[in-house]
């Protein structure tokens, strides 16, 4: 008799866990859909132009050391800028541009950059 309530116990104590984890991952998850926002192509052009002098304006650097932009993978960009932003990376150049976005300038800049030719000129 004993053993079956300990065992219902445990079976108890298990579910509750499992509702933890389960609510847990409702939660990230649902953090996660909040931080996708809908780039504005349009709004990131205008946004672009204080990243065209490093950038170049098609998104194709002309400088070597500076990366090109254009046709670069949307997700990978707002990743990359929102690094930048938390200082997760580092970079002297980047840094203070990107300290100034909001999540939407990231996702407009990341929209317009994605939607340009890679091999523009
Ligand atoms: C003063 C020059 C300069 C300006 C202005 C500038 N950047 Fe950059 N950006 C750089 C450099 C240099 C790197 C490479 C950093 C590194 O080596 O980590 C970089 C890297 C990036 C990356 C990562 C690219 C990759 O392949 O990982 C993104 C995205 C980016 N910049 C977007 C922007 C946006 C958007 C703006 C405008 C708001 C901007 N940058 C303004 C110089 C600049």
């Known amino acids: ?47 672009s132009k204080v990243c065209a002098m490093c950038h170049g304006v098609n998104g194709i650097s002309n400088v070597p050391i500076y990366p090109n932009l254009a046709g670069q ?7 990359q800028l929102k690094a930048f932003r938390s200082g997760e990376r580092v970079n002297m150049a980047m840094t203070s541009h990107a300290q100034k976005l909001t999540d939407q300038d990231i996702a407009d800049l990341s929209a317009y950059y994605a939607k340009l030719n890679s091999q523009a000129k």
């Open 1 to 47: 008799m004993r053993k079956i309530i300990n065992r219902n116990k445990i079976r108890l104590s298990l579910n509750k866990r499992l509702a933890a984890l389960l609510a847990f991952s409702m939660l990230s998850l649902s953090a996660c859909a909040e931080t996708i926002l809908q780039g504005d192509v349009k709004r990131g052009e205008v946004l």
């Open 73 to 79: 993978k949307e997700q990978y960009l707002v990743l």
